[in-house]
């Protein structure tokens, strides 16, 4: 029998949701609000909340003062390229062990999983020195490799979970009707798991577009993308609010849209084999 | 060609024997079953053959060669899973092309023979629908036109029709046995039924933890089990198996009576006892007796033997039907 709620009950908790989901919005709401403003009504105390005069002025400006464009390129090409690059290797990875585990695979994954844990500033030094050496430094390429080794414990585990979920009778089955390793994965195993590779995209595609540490570190002008975008409205010519704004919403705008429309893969991708 | 052979084929996980030492030769063109529990190593023998598990020790030949090394993918033998195992996101014709494509067999040729084997297989109408829109009888039909196409060495069957019902099954199961007579080709088919066992094969191999307890045709095993294993396995319903005084005075240790060879009467035989339960086949009755000093026996009477639940019985054995078994369980 279905659990029985009050119509009272059922009202609270539409409110409480509410009202976290609100909270949860209200700075990227209060963003996209302030980069209508003037400068001066942006730090007008007490805030002005709707009824001011809408302006787009700080878009104008700030992609005068930067050409948006070109970190929008950036990005696009760092978040797909280390997402592709990352898949390129993840898929064998997360074949192996999901298909022919070892005594050790566990381990392995969990090891993988705690590189996650430690803080990128740990390894800041070597790598940044790593970069100078081999003139990686502001380069895509570079910044497509970094990005793709730090999500690559994610992406793995995400194929590996959706693998599991594929009987291994069906693989045996390619392998009797004479398929090769390659086709086996390329013609079986990829297809059945597109929903699970799809999600994978699409988290890392996020992941690697809002990372910060590295792309701003690692970049001055030329692989620059659009955390670096934002970033550089916020110091030198003193805090100019709604420009800053204007810089934030553009550069999330993208990875909003696409978000939106992604969300039930997304949703089912990261609750697949939850129920079955 | 398709003829396969064992030799001291053995296979270890790790520690245990699950296959401990293994010599058979299947003969081209047979249809052999193996027979056994669950768990006494038949499937494990089937993925031997196919490559799926790599041997311990021995060596697998395929018409002659040696293949025991031979990736699964290069022996040219087909195999018909119990799940199935047809590719979901594929139609039925791209499930049926797969391995014409992994040949590499030009597609307008490849396309001939997915038609020709969809027609013998009743699957034309549904060559464009995916494996999630058919039944599990059409699922099975695809899983063996996808092994036909590929005019394979040998078939291998893993318990193919344990997931259908029983009406499929006895369908599927004369199917099978129709395609065998046409094709002529090797089968070698896995299951745990012995009614499969013995109305399909030319040759069945009954296995027990590992060992070939048997090999012969199916009345060859049903007059003369070489041992108590394979005589309480063989048959339904089972062979009724007797120790102490009766198996003593016939100088055996156990005696085997099955129970279609089991005259029954009011009184005056050999045994006495009461009906417990009478089951009603209609063609046949299945009366289960308990014997005075013996226990329960199993008795096939005709379908208008009225005997019902509680009725004094007295049973005699068939003199010449009686299998006589030794101290170490061969027949004697």
């Not at chain 1, 994965?185 to 988290?203: D, E, N, Q, R, W």
């Not at chain 2, 087909?78 to 139609?91: G, I, K, N, R």
């Not at chain 2, 307008?108 to 009743?122: D, F, G, S, W």
């Not at chain 2, 003199?319 to 061969?330: E, L, N, S, T, V």
Request: charged share 15%; hydrophobic share 50%; aromatic share 8%.
């Amino acid at each position: 029998m279905a659990r029985a709620v009050s119509t009272r009950r059922k009202l609270g908790f539409t409110v409480a949701a509410w009202t976290v989901a609100l909270l949860l919005f209200f700075p990227i709401l209060w963003t996209f609000l302030t980069s209508f403003k003037t400068e001066a009504v942006a730090v007008a105390q007490p805030p002005q909340w709707l009824f001011f005069d809408w302006t787009f002025e700080n878009y104008v400006a700030v992609q005068e003062q930067r050409n948006y464009f070109s970190f929008f390129l950036n990005s696009v090409i760092i978040a797909v390229g280390s997402t592709a690059l990352g898949l390129l290797v993840a898929i064998p990875a997360a074949w192996s062990m999901a298909f022919v585990p070892g005594a050790k695979t566990k381990d392995l994954l969990m090891w993988m999983l705690s590189t996650k844990m430690m803080p990128a500033v740990a390894v800041l030094v070597p790598i940044y020195l790593i970069f100078i050496r081999l003139g990686l430094l502001d380069t895509r390429i570079g910044l497509v490799i970094v990005l793709m080794l730090i999500n690559l414990p994610i992406i793995v585990w995400m194929l590996y979970t959706y693998f599991r979920e594929i009987p291994g009778e069906i693989l045996e089955a390619a392998r009797m009707d004479g398929a090769t390793l390659r086709s086996e994965i390329l013609y079986v195993l990829t297809p059945m798991a597109v929903p699970g590779i799809a999600s994978t995209v699409l988290l890392n595609i996020i992941l690697a577009w809002n990372e910060a540490f590295w792309t701003i570190t690692l970049t001055t002008v030329s692989a620059a993308p659009l955390t670096k975008f934002i970033s550089s409205f916020s110091s030198p010519q003193g805090l100019f609010y709604a420009k800053l704004s204007a810089a934030s919403v553009m550069a999330i705008a993208p990875i909003l849209i696409m978000g939106w429309f992604s969300q039930k893969q997304l949703v089912r991708g990261l609750t697949f084999g939850a129920v079955k | 060609m398709g003829k396969i052979t064992l030799r001291n084929v053995t296979k270890k996980f790790g520690e245990v024997a699950v296959i401990p030492s293994l010599d058979l030769d299947i003969e081209d063109g047979e249809f052999v079953v193996f027979v056994g529990p669950s768990g006494c190593g038949k499937s494990t023998l089937l993925r031997l053959i196919a490559g799926l598990e790599d041997t311990t020790d021995g060596h697998i030949l395929i018409d002659g060669m040696d293949a025991t090394h031979v990736p699964p993918a290069k022996r040219k033998l087909a195999m018909v899973f119990q799940s199935y195992a047809l590719y979901p996101h594929m139609t039925v014709r791209k499930n049926i092309a797969f391995p014409l494509k992994m040949a590499g067999m030009d597609a307008a040729l490849a396309e001939k023979k997915v038609e020709a084997a969809a027609k013998v297989l009743n699957l034309t109408a549904y060559l464009d629908r995916r494996p999630g829109q058919l039944s599990g009888g059409q699922r099975q039909r695809v899983a063996i036109g996808r092994a036909i196409v590929r005019e394979p060495k040998a078939f291998l069957f893993d318990e193919p029709l344990s997931n259908l019902d029983a009406a499929l099954r006895g369908n599927m199961r004369l199917e099978i046995t129709e395609l065998h007579q046409s094709l002529k080709t090797t089968m070698i088919y896995v299951t745990h039924d012995q009614v499969e066992a013995m109305t399909m094969a030319d040759k069945i191999v009954v296995l027990q933890a590992g060992h070939i307890e048997q090999v012969g045709t199916p009345l060859e095993l049903y007059n003369h089990p070489a041992n108590v294993f394979v005589a309480g396995f063989i048959g339904s319903p089972r062979m009724n198996l007797i120790g102490g005084v009766d198996a003593a005075a016939l100088g055996a240790t156990t005696i085997g009576v099955r129970p279609e060879h089991i005259d029954i009467g009011l009184s005056g035989g050999k045994w006495n006892g009461h009906v417990t339960v009478a089951e009603r086949l209609g063609s046949d009755t299945f009366l289960h007796v308990a014997v005075e000093g013996i226990g329960p026996m199993t008795v096939r009477a005709g379908g208008s033997v009225l005997a019902s639940s509680g009725d004094a019985i007295s049973l005699t054995p068939q003199a010449d039907k009686i299998h006589r078994f030794g101290p170490d369980g061969k027949a004697l």
